[in-house]
Nanobody
Framework: QVQLEESGGGLVQAGGSLRLSCAAS????????MAWFRQAPGKERERVAAFRGSGGATYADSVKGRFTISRDDAKNTVYLQMNSLKPEDTAVYYCAGRRSLLVEYEYWGQGTQVTVSS
């Protein structure tokens, strides 16, 4: 069982930056596929960034060039660096993990609110 806990959300002005962190429990974290999702009020959940099996990362078109996902396996932590934030980035951000790229994301954090003011 893996437990995920996000932190780093908050209120920021448009154009600003935030870095979200996701701390994971479990000794096999380094083998897990990790991603960040977000959900804005009245909208469907959207995957914004995820690690590929090849070691690279994939991003939603809406955040390409502005967001960067990274991980520190020694600290069991995944990060989402968010730059040039826009009001439309306002959402609850969730960290998610899965044991294999062949399954759906099965572990979720409780979410952290990001609010971008104009």
């Amino acid at each position: 069982q893996v437990q995920l806990e996000e932190s780093g959300g908050g209120l920021v002005q448009a154009g600003g930056s935030l870095r979200l962190s996701c701390a994971a429990s479990g000794r096999t974290f380094s083998s897990y596929g990790m991603a960040w999702f977000r959900q804005a009020p009245g909208k469907e959940r959207e995957r914004v960034a995820a690690f590929r099996g090849s070691g690279g990362a994939t991003y939603a078109d809406s955040v390409k060039g502005r967001f960067t996902i990274s991980r520190d396996d020694a600290k069991n932590t995944v990060y989402l660096q968010m730059n040039s934030l826009k009001p439309e980035d306002t959402a609850v951000y969730y960290c998610a993990g899965r044991r294999s790229l062949l399954v759906e994301y099965e572990y979720w954090g409780q979410g952290t609110q990001v609010t971008v003011s104009s």
